[in-house]
């Protein structure tokens, strides 16, 4: 019974010698962790057709260890989460994708606990991603404030999951990715994508939905500089929340404003002009109204193709991302690299010699690695 397993946090570098091993423990209901629940002692490990079943069936517990498969950083589990995510893939692809950005404070999350809320309502089943990239520096969880979506998180319809933290831009948008798709296949008819409206963000998000909304505020005066002019390009809709109380008059002033500006942008998908809208998220008002848009848009990108075009090109950015992070991953974890990377950082910062022939010497390693087949 000395059975040990390798901890996913265990570092990569690490060998055989490193000291943290895990024992196995004994699965035991008398434990007090109550049905439903991991025990102590970690789950049961699941088969990959138990846990492509378990999707399929709509189990969210397995949906969720078949989601954390797939953001595990351990290569172990990458070849697991691959191939549940091949075997998923023809069950994917169903849902509406809208992706939801804004500053912090704009009430994204109070935004998608009310839509949330009205779509399981009308009995739709939501999916709740987060997607930030910028969180393995900051640290910061957008959905770590779950506490913002108690009800949506109580309705049964609905699946909320945090961004998956650290790792690669490249690594989190394919996670992310490859979440929406499990979430698809697991019945999920509606995936809402938040991201916070810093960083590398909003592109990320943009490249996996359908439909992308910018939620901004209106505020003292510089109500239109506050936000980026590339984010209110990638929209398909821009909403002023918190359009209630005192702040309502503001807020269809500002509605109009933007509207102005978006009459000279070009729109961010073809055959469909972007206009600005105003709900509050607190009262309810509006949103049923922006959930029109996002439909008239489905129905008539559909119709017009533009719908089916944009998810091929997003399938093939897909393929790009995972190349390119697999080329970094093996770049990382390739022995020669990294002892050649490190040499040079030193000469780098030492001035001994320049970026450009650093640059080279670095790519004639990759070169030498891949045709001694060590790459
Ligand atoms: N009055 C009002 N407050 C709101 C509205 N939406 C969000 N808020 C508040 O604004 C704050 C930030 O909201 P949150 O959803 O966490 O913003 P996020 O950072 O964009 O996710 C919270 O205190 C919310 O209660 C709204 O429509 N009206
Ligand atoms: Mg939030």
């Not at 008539?300 to 897909?318: C, H, I, P, Y």
């Not at 080279?360 to 001694?372: G, H, R, W």
Request: glycine letters at 10%; charged letters at 25%; hydrophobic letters at 40%.
């Amino acid at each position: 019974m000395a059975e040990t397993y390798r901890p996913e946090w265990t570092p990569e570098d690490a060998d055989s010698r490193f000291a943290c091993r895990v024992m196995t423990g004994v699965s035991d209901a008398k434990d007090g962790a109550g049905p439903g629940r991991v025990s102590a002692s970690g789950p049961k490990a699941l088969s990959v057709d138990d846990y492509v079943d378990g999707v399929l069936r709509g189990d969210r517990m397995i949906l969720s260890r078949a989601i954390t498969m797939i953001e595990s950083n351990a290569p172990k589990h990458f070849g697991t989460g691959q191939e549940i995510v091949g075997r998923i893939l023809p069950h994917s692809g169903r849902a509406l994708r809208v992706g939801i950005t804004g500053v912090p404070g704009a009430g994204k999350s109070t935004f998608i606990e009310a839509l949330g809320c009205l779509l399981c309502g009308r009995g739709h089943r939501v999916a709740v991603l987060a997607v930030d990239p910028s969180s393995s520096v900051s640290r910061g969880s957008i959905l770590g404030d779950k506490t913002r979506m108690e009800k949506l998180a109580r309705e049964a319809n609905a699946f909320i999951r945090p961004s998956p933290s650290g790792g690669t831009l490249g690594g989190v948008t394919r996670k992310s990715r490859e979440t929406l798709l499990l979430c698809e296949a697991a019945g999920y008819d509606v995936v809402l994508v938040e991201t916070v409206g810093v960083g590398q963000g909003e592109t990320t998000v943009r490249s996996m939905v359908d439909f992308f909304l910018v939620i901004v505020l209106t505020g003292a005066g510089d109500d239109l500089q506050g936000i980026k002019k590339g984010v209110i390009e990638l929209a398909d809709a821009i909403l002023v929340n918190k359009a209630d109380g005192d702040n309502r008059e503001r807020a269809m002033v500002a509605r109009a404003d933007y509207n102005q500006i978006l009459h000279y942008l070009r729109p961010a998908t073809d055959g469909w002009a972007t206009h600005a809208y105003a709900c509050s998220s607190v009262t309810g008002e509006g949103i049923e109204n922006i959930w029109r848009v996002v439909l008239e848009f489905r129905d008539r990108m559909k119709m017009s193709g533009v719908f089916e075009k944009r998810r091929r090109l997003q399938a093939l950015a897909w393929v790009d991302g995972m190349v390119d992070e697999h080329i970094r991953n093996r770049m990382a974890r390739n022995p020669m690299v990294v002892a050649r990377r490190k040499e040079i950082e030193r000469r780098v910062m030492a001035e001994d010699i320049s970026p450009t022939q650093a640059a080279k010497i670095l790519i004639d390693t990759v070169d030498e690695a891949m045709s001694l087949k060590e790459f």
